[in-house]
Structures are given as structure tokens and as C-alpha cells.
């Protein structure tokens, strides 16, 4: 049974960094490109950044491009996400998922909320 | 930047078809895919690559593409069908993706 699970969320302050991971099983993940989509309180999905199976191909939406890095560690079948420079406006949801078209699969999300 | 245009809302009664459209520059030369997501879950996948239904989703789901419109079609929508759903493809200009603004479904 393919499973993904998120964790680091949390409440953190405007300007700061926040380190989120994703946990793969049941499936080849070092054979997977990896996708990390949020959702803002209300809104609707946003394709954040995928990395393909090395990791050596990453792409970003323009919004948090040089501010978010997507990152994985195929021998520990995780999936991260390391976002610095944060804003109120990062506040949402975040998901990852299998595959980058696809989305086969998806996690249950960790919330990450930037707030004074 | 690229946009996949949604319209907010389709209301349907239950048995009757609904019929949801994604717009998009560069939908003749890129798939389209469709989620559906139910209040406080995860989306789930319904259609990838324009029309390919996923094992696991009813028949009634069904997707097709045309020039600049994708079409997800619920034959028969059911009131379990009531959701957000959202069509995602890849832009023109290399590897990066967009999901489409959402559309509330009612099914009453």
C-alpha cells in the first residue's frame, strides 16, 4: 500500500525558516519524481516544486523560487522541502505526491502557519 | 504567468450530468489531469491524461480534451460526488505545472 506521510508544520514568525519531510512506502520512490502542492486557508491547490528521481532536476513556482528548496533522500525514502524567507502568505497546507503529472498518490498535509 | 480558467461553481440535481471545463493556452500539446477533493481530505486523483479514469473511480467519471478546453463530465452525479474539483497540466514552457482555479460542485 503506497503511503505518504508529511510532518514539520507548525506555527512559525514571519522572516523564518521551516523544514518539511515526507515519509514514502509501498512504492519504488527512488524511481518517482516528487511533488509538493498547498492550499491556503479557503483557496484552492498550488503546485509548489517537484524534483525528479535523482534529484537532480527541481523546479519551483515564481513565488518561492530562491526562497523554498525541494530536496530527497532516495536511501531514506523522504521527500523535503526547506523554506526560508517566510511570509503570511506561505501560510497553507502543504501535500506531497507521487509523481509529477499523475498524483497518484497523495498525503494527508501538514499545516504551516506564518504569524506574528 | 499561465492560468487554467475553472468556472466557480456547477450545481446539478441528483442523476443529471454535470459537465466541468478547464481552460488553457496550452492544452492542445499538454494533458490534462483532474482531482477531486472532498472538505478537509486530501484531492483524489479522477482522470490523468485527458481521459484515462484511474481503477478505483466510478465510470461516471469521464474526461475529454479539445483545443484549448478540457471537459471532466459526471454522467449520473451522485450526491457523494459533491466536491472541489481542479484540472492541472503543464505549461508550454518546460516543467512547470498549474492547477486550475476549482469548481464547486453541488449535487442537490
Known amino acids: 500500500e503506497v503511503q505518504l506521510v508529511e510532518s514539520g508544520g507548525g506555527l512559525v514568525q514571519p522572516g523564518g525558516s521551516l523544514k518539511l519531510s515526507c515519509a514514502a512506502s509501498g512504492f519504488t520512490f527512488s524511481g518517482s519524481w516528487m511533488t509538493w502542492v498547498r492550499q491556503a486557508p479557503g483557496k484552492g491547490l498550488e503546485w509548489v516544486a517537484n524534483v525528479d528521481q535523482d534529484g537532480s532536476g527541481k523546479y519551483y513556482v515564481d513565488s518561492v523560487k530562491g526562497r523554498f528548496t525541494i530536496s530527497r533522500d532516495n536511501a531514506k525514502k523522504s521527500l523535503f522541502l526547506q523554506m526560508n524567507s517566510l511570509t503570511a502568505d506561505d501560510t497553507a497546507v502543504y501535500y506531497c505526491a507521487k509523481d509529477r503529472a499523475t498524483l497518484d498518490y497523495w498525503g494527508q498535509g501538514t499545516l504551516v502557519t506564518v504569524s506574528s | 504567468s499561465y492560468e487554467l480558467t475553472q468556472p466557480p461553481s456547477v450545481s446539478v440535481s441528483p442523476g443529471q450530468t454535470a459537465r466541468i471545463t478547464c481552460s488553457g493556452d496550452?492544452?492542445?500539446?499538454?494533458?490534462a489531469y483532474w482531482f477531486r477533493q472532498k472538505s478537509g481530505q486530501a484531492p483524489v486523483l479522477v482522470i490523468y491524461?485527458?481521459?484515462k479514469r484511474p481503477s478505483g473511480i466510478p465510470e461516471r467519471f469521464s474526461g475529454s480534451s479539445s483545443g484549448t478546453m478540457a471537459t471532466l463530465t459526471i454522467s449520473g452525479a451522485q450526491v457523494e460526488d459533491e466536491a472541489d474539483y481542479y484540472c492541472y497540466s503543464k505549461d508550454s514552457s518546460g516543467d512547470h505545472f498549474v492547477f486550475g482555479t476549482g469548481t464547486k460542485v453541488t449535487v442537490l
Open positions: 491524461e485527458d481521459k
Open positions: 496550452a492544452l492542445p500539446k499538454k494533458y
